[in-house]
Structures are given as structure tokens and as C-alpha cells.
């Protein structure tokens, strides 16, 4: 068993890279952390809790000031559709569940936005910009489908998606069951 970075007492890093690995955006590299999750990936309540796993993407200069704003998102039930959350420029880019997304009405995505942001904003005298993206594991005939990264990292929209599926295929990003 590998030791990664302790961020925080509530999500639990199973995957950490402390510096840029290759050469991707400024400085691109990520850690994978995992929390029990008491909501689908729609944001229906679950009888039992589940795995969600989702990546930080970190960039050059690692700004782990982005764990309290995670921390608060999950302990007040928003953290269920993110898949990548990124820091950069002072803001943040939550990359969601396409099925999410998609799964109610626009106003429950606005609503769940509002929400995002109000707890993303100062928090320890910062504040922080946000944007949203969605994320779709299939392709359709070899073709991201419902997936817009919305410049998580600053670099080509097809190397940042190579990258995330990447990450996806290596960790199987989102909620499942605990292994018994």
C-alpha cells in the first residue's frame, strides 16, 4: 500500500500526484479522493451509502485552498455529481455527471448551481468563481457525447478529454457500490 497526501479529514486521498507529470496545460496533475455517498448520481437519497470517487486537477501551483470548498459542498450534500473539479485563476470548474445534467429540469440544475456557488464563495476570505461542465463516460462512434470540460485545464479540448478518460479508465470516476 502506497502512502498518498493527507488533505483533509473528511475525503480520502487513494490517489495523489504532488507535481505535473508529461506536459499538459501549466503545470496539470491530479489526485483521486473518495467519500461514501448518500445520493445517486441524479441526487436521489440511496438506502445505502456508495463509493463516489472524483478527481481534483490540480495546476502548477498545487492551490489546495480547493479542499475546504470540497469539504463544504460534501458536507452539505452537493459534492454527489462532481466527477473532476479543477482550480485555476482564482476559479473553480466543476466537471459533472452528464446523467446529472440531464436527469431533472433546468431549473433543478440552476438550483443546484445557485447552490454550488453560494458555498464556493468566501470561504476563509476567498472567493471563488465558478463554472460548469459535464462529463459523459461513452462515446458515440469514437466521439465524446455530453461532455463539455468547460477549460478545466489550458490546453486543447482533445488532450483535456484524452486526459480525463484517462483518469476515468484508470479509477472508474463516479458512485458505485462498496465492495463487500
Given at each position: 500500500?502506497?502512502?498518498?497526501?493527507?488533505?483533509?479529514?473528511?475525503?480520502?486521498?487513494?490517489?495523489?500526484?504532488?507535481?505535473?507529470?508529461?506536459?499538459?496545460?501549466?503545470?496539470?496533475?491530479?489526485?483521486?479522493?473518495?467519500?461514501?455517498?448518500?445520493?445517486?448520481?441524479?441526487?436521489?437519497?440511496?438506502?445505502?451509502?456508495?463509493?463516489?470517487?472524483?478527481?481534483?486537477?490540480?495546476?502548477?501551483?498545487?492551490?489546495?485552498?480547493?479542499?475546504?470548498?470540497?469539504e463544504?459542498?460534501?458536507v452539505n450534500?452537493?459534492?454527489?455529481?462532481?466527477?473532476?473539479?479543477?482550480?485555476?485563476k482564482?476559479?473553480?470548474?466543476?466537471?459533472?455527471?452528464?446523467?446529472?445534467?440531464?436527469?431533472?429540469?433546468?431549473?433543478?440544475?440552476?438550483t443546484?448551481?445557485?447552490?454550488?456557488?453560494?458555498?464556493?464563495?468566501?470561504?476563509?476570505?476567498?472567493?471563488?468563481?465558478?463554472?460548469?461542465?459535464?462529463?459523459?463516460?461513452?462515446?458515440?462512434?469514437?466521439?465524446?457525447?455530453?461532455?463539455?470540460?468547460m477549460?478545466?485545464?489550458?490546453?486543447?479540448?482533445?488532450?483535456?478529454?484524452?486526459?480525463?478518460?484517462?483518469?476515468?479508465?484508470?479509477?472508474?470516476?463516479?458512485?458505485?457500490?462498496?465492495?463487500?
Open positions: 500500500m502506497t502512502n498518498t497526501s493527507v488533505y483533509s479529514t473528511i475525503l480520502h486521498c487513494v490517489y495523489d500526484e504532488p507535481e505535473e507529470r508529461g506536459h499538459l496545460g501549466r503545470g496539470t496533475h491530479y489526485s483521486v479522493f473518495r467519500v461514501p455517498e448518500w445520493f445517486d448520481v441524479t441526487g436521489k437519497p440511496v438506502k445505502k451509502a456508495l463509493q463516489h470517487d472524483f478527481a481534483v486537477l490540480w495546476d502548477e501551483d498545487h492551490d489546495e485552498r480547493i479542499i475546504p470548498v470540497i463544504r459542498l460534501y450534500g452537493l459534492l454527489f455529481p462532481v466527477q473532476f473539479i479543477g482550480e485555476r482564482g476559479g473553480i470548474t466543476a466537471i459533472l455527471a452528464s446523467k446529472f445534467w440531464f436527469s431533472g429540469s433546468g431549473s433543478d440544475l440552476k443546484y448551481q445557485a447552490k454550488f456557488e453560494k458555498l464556493a464563495g468566501d470561504i476563509e476570505d476567498d472567493w471563488w468563481n465558478t463554472a460548469f461542465g459535464m462529463f459523459d463516460k461513452s462515446l458515440v462512434h469514437g466521439v465524446p457525447h455530453q461532455t463539455d470540460l477549460g478545466i485545464v489550458n490546453d486543447r479540448a482533445e488532450k483535456v478529454d484524452t486526459y480525463v478518460r484517462n483518469i476515468d479508465n484508470l479509477w472508474s470516476i463516479g458512485s458505485k457500490p462498496f465492495a463487500d
